[in-house]
């Protein structure tokens, strides 16, 4: 089975995932960083600020997927 890693992108910063998981596609790779972005938003929140968080899923080598999510605060 392939390894992929998933480096985060938290404000600005990178932290790159060194260990990475096993998993069978490159589609199953990408599904669980989906599953996992509310919960990297929720730990990467601030309060009256904007959060901007991606997970960069690889093989390795290159580049796979990139998941984003974003919490916008507005005030009023």
């Known amino acids: 089975m392939p390894r992929y890693f998933f480096h985060q992108h938290v404000r600005g910063q990178k932290i ?3 260990r990475g998981k096993l998993f069978p596609t ?3 790779a990408c ?3 989906v599953q996992r972005m509310p ?4 730990r990467a929140a601030v309060r009256s600020h904007n959060t901007y968080v991606a997970t960069e899923v690889t093989d390795g080598n290159r580049t796979l997927f990139v998941v984003r999510g974003t919490v916008i605060v507005e005030r009023r």
């Open 31 to 33: 599904h669980k960083a």
């Open 16 to 18: 790159e995932d060194p």
């Open 26 to 28: 490159d589609g199953t």
């Open 39 to 42: 919960a990297n938003l929720k």
